[in-house]
């Protein structure tokens, strides 16, 4: 597979040799063997998906968990998803991983139930690409019955700058998929140039602040971006949650605002699924 990479690299080199570089080669050539490799992952069976807790701000408690993908790669150690995602969004792997994405997700929701944790909600990031295919919605339906799982424990981050690209196919995405009966939320919510009159119109149930509006507490510049959003969301009926809350400022601050949810590494990076249902288990909770 890495000679066949190798190969067309070559070959891309040559039909592209106005744009050729040492540098552009250098990247098509990682981006290749990347390519292959990522494909051979999926089958492998050497993705593995972690969960973040998301907690309820004002009980305490933990009501649900984002997945994040990870690659345990053979020789490499642990991939973060923003080496390889791009990727996979670009050669169009993200859809059989997005798929083994929401198919794992799946079967830790049914775990988790099995464990008798039912009032507990687990989101999976979509690209646009997957939002796109036609027969999504249908897909994820049959993976919902298959596993047995009820919709509305499965929520979908789709960010607002994916969103935003296509705005009216996303519409029309969005709403196949509320119909299902699933969560809906934007994700990294900010940064994406939302006109407010689409953001009315989108069929969401959450909006996710992006982490970099939490910023310092006390240079507070972001802070009123973060009030301002929090205030947005709850005009529109939406609940907010903020993500990357990494300190005791930041969270006072949130829940002084009212923030419903928040996630971040004050309270827990993202765990192995065991590390979780035992956290929920337990009925671990974030301190007043
Ligand atoms: P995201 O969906 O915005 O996920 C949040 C990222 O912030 C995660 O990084 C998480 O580990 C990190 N994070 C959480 N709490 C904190 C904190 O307190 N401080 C800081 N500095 N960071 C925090 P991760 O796991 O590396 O994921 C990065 C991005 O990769 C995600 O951003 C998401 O866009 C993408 N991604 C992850 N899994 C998937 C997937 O299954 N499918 C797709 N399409 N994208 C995925
Ligand atoms: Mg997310
Ligand atoms: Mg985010
Ligand atoms: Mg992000």
Known sequence: AADAAMYHA???????????????????????LLEASLSRAIRDHQMVLDYQPKVDLRTGKVVGAEALVRWRHPVDGMIAPDRFIPVAEETGLIVPLGEWVIDEAC????AMRMLGIEDFVISVNLSARQLRQREFADRLGATLERHGVEPCKLELEVTESQLMDHPDDALEALAQLKALGVRLSIDDFGTGYSSLSHLQK??????????????????????????????????????VIAEGVETREQLAFLR????????GYYFSPALSKETLQEMVTRDTRLPD
Do not use: W
């Open 202 to 239: 989108f069929p969401v149930d959450y909006i996710k602040i992006d982490r970099s509006f939490l910023g310092n507490v006390g240079h507070d510049g972001h802070l009123v971006i973060t009030r301002a959003i929090i205030a947005l969301g709850h005009n529109l009926k939406l609940k």
């Open 256 to 263: 002084k605002h009212q923030c419903d949810e928040m996630q």
């Open 107 to 110: 079967g830790a929701l049914k």
């Open 10 to 32: 070559k070959t891309l080199g040559k039909n592209n040799l106005q744009f050729y570089s040492e540098e552009l080669n250098q990247i098509v050539h990682e981006h290749l």
